[in-house]
């Protein structure tokens, strides 16, 4: 049976209930929108001509709109001889991919797919992304506009096809093997089976849900069915400089999820802090600061930034175990210990283990480079433990 959905309104034929959505070939179409009212009746309406009557369908809205986007479904479900769900999101958690994901946990059929409002994907490809894994037995069904047949034609303007096209190679380089026999990574429109879906792994954060889905579920078998980008029907584009800093974000996420990416890319930010530590040095010795009190406190301009580009980069989705407060002074505690600890460490490397001074100095480095990496991820970012009084509770 199909997974009931928890505050979510249905409407559309009440002949036609879900619960004989759980054949095989089944399909939930997943359809995140944020004010999309100009659009989504006609979206409907395609689909209705789209998808053959043999073929069991659901639609999910899940909305984060602050108009009238989710009256208009209302009105336009009316005529649709399947059901259209409706799941408004007061908090858009996650932004696209979050509503995507709140999607995949109510859906019940054996394939889903998702796909944007403004009809740039084409709801006539439905049956096909779908008749496709059925075909070749593929977990997932990407269209893409990068294999013959393809175009990415509704991509308005040289600057929005060089951003897509730099970061479908972007991802490729990050993601080889994860994204084997997947040319457009991009994509937002593909059909998935729901038995290749684990909810619970996925953390998403802006609106590239199939990269997440690539990453963190790994489907077996990938097939690929050409589609051409359409112009968008009405409305303006939800792409902003906003989003492109969450992809990168989210990149950044997904590539340091194992603990030896995580500690590569802690180093390669704390390279990075020697730039601002350096130019505060300049600074407060120009302004007549003597040099030791000037060390000190242009280390700390370091200790900003590392802390900066961890919380955003690094340690993003495990900030909520800590207020922000008690992260800032646990990190900066652990950052300026690392001097307090390095010194010691080069004179026992140089006075009892005889070596000289660079190889002490480096050996010290590295270590306290990989005790400050544990200590950080250990003592910042974890969940604190429960005591037995808040575990009894």
């Known amino acids: 049976?199909?997974?009931?959905?928890?505050?979510?309104?249905?409407?559309?034929?009440?002949?036609?209930?879900?619960?004989?959505?759980?054949?095989?070939?089944?399909?939930?179409?997943?359809i995140p929108t944020f004010n999309e009212s100009e659009n989504v009746g006609e979206l409907l309406h395609r689909l209705t001509e789209s998808v053959p009557s043999r073929l069991p369908c659901e639609v999910v809205f899940v909305d984060d709109s602050t108009d009238d986007t989710p009256d208009v479904i209302r009105r336009a479900a009316q005529d649709c001889p399947f059901p259209v769900a409706v799941l408004h999101r007061e908090t858009p958690v996650g932004g696209l991919g979050g509503a995507?994901?709140?999607?995949?946990?109510?859906?019940?059929?054996?394939?889903?797919?998702?796909?944007?409002?403004?009809?740039?994907?084409?709801?006539?490809?439905?049956?096909?992304?779908?008749?496709?894994?059925?075909?070749?037995?593929?977990?997932?069904?990407?269209?893409?506009?990068?294999?013959?047949?393809?175009?990415?034609?509704?991509?308005?303007?040289?600057?929005?096809?060089?951003?897509?096209?730099?970061?479908?190679?972007?991802?490729?380089?990050?993601?080889p093997l994860r994204l084997r026999g997947i040319s457009d990574p991009m994509s937002g429109f593909f059909a998935i089976r729901r038995s290749a879906v684990t909810a619970k792994a996925l953390k998403p954060l802006g609106y590239k849900i199939l990269l997440e889905l690539a990453v963190r579920c790994r489907p077996e078998t990938v097939a690929e069915v050409p589609f051409v980008f359409q112009d968008r029907f009405a409305g303006e584009s939800k792409s902003t400089a906003k989003e492109g800093l969450r992809f990168l974000a989210h990149l950044a996420s997904l590539r340091t999820a194992s603990p030896f990416a995580r500690m590569a890319a802690f180093g390669l930010i704390g390279l990075t802090g020697f730039l601002p530590n350096l130019l505060g040095l300049h600074l407060l010795i120009g302004a007549g600061m003597h040099y030791?009190?000037?060390?000190?406190?242009?280390?700390?301009?370091?200790?900003?930034?590392?802390?900066?580009?961890?919380?955003?980069?690094?340690?993003?989705?495990?900030?909520?175990?800590?207020?922000?407060?008690?992260?800032?002074?646990?990190?900066?505690?652990?950052?300026?210990?690392?001097?307090?600890?390095?010194?010691?460490?080069?004179a026992l490397f140089v006075g009892r283990l005889d070596m000289a001074v660079l190889p002490a100095t480096t050996l010290a480095l590295l270590t306290t480079f990989v005790?400050?990496?544990?200590?950080?991820?250990?003592?910042?970012y974890l969940p604190r433990r429960k005591t037995r009084a808040e575990g009894a509770v």
């Open 1 to 30: 049976m199909t997974t009931p959905r928890t505050g979510a309104e249905e409407i559309g034929d009440p002949e036609l209930s879900t619960a004989q959505l759980a054949e095989p070939g089944a399909v939930t179409i997943i």
């Open 100 to 175: 995507v994901v709140e999607g995949l946990r109510s859906a019940g059929s054996d394939w889903i797919v998702v796909m944007d409002a403004d009809l740039q994907h084409p709801p006539a490809l439905v049956p096909e992304l779908v008749a496709a894994g059925e075909r070749s037995g593929a977990d997932l069904v990407v269209a893409s506009r990068y294999i013959r047949g393809g175009s990415r034609a509704g991509l308005a303007g040289g600057y929005r096809i060089a951003v897509s096209r730099g970061a479908t190679w972007l991802t490729k380089a990050l993601f």
């Open 371 to 380: 005790l400050r990496f544990a200590a950080t991820e250990a003592l910042v």
């Open 292 to 346: 030791l009190p000037a060390e000190i406190l242009a280390n700390q301009f370091g200790v900003v930034w590392n802390f900066l580009l961890i919380e955003t980069l690094l340690f993003r989705d495990r900030r909520r175990h800590r207020h922000w407060a008690d992260r800032v002074g646990r990190f900066a505690l652990l950052a300026n210990a690392d001097l307090l600890l390095r010194i010691p460490l080069i």
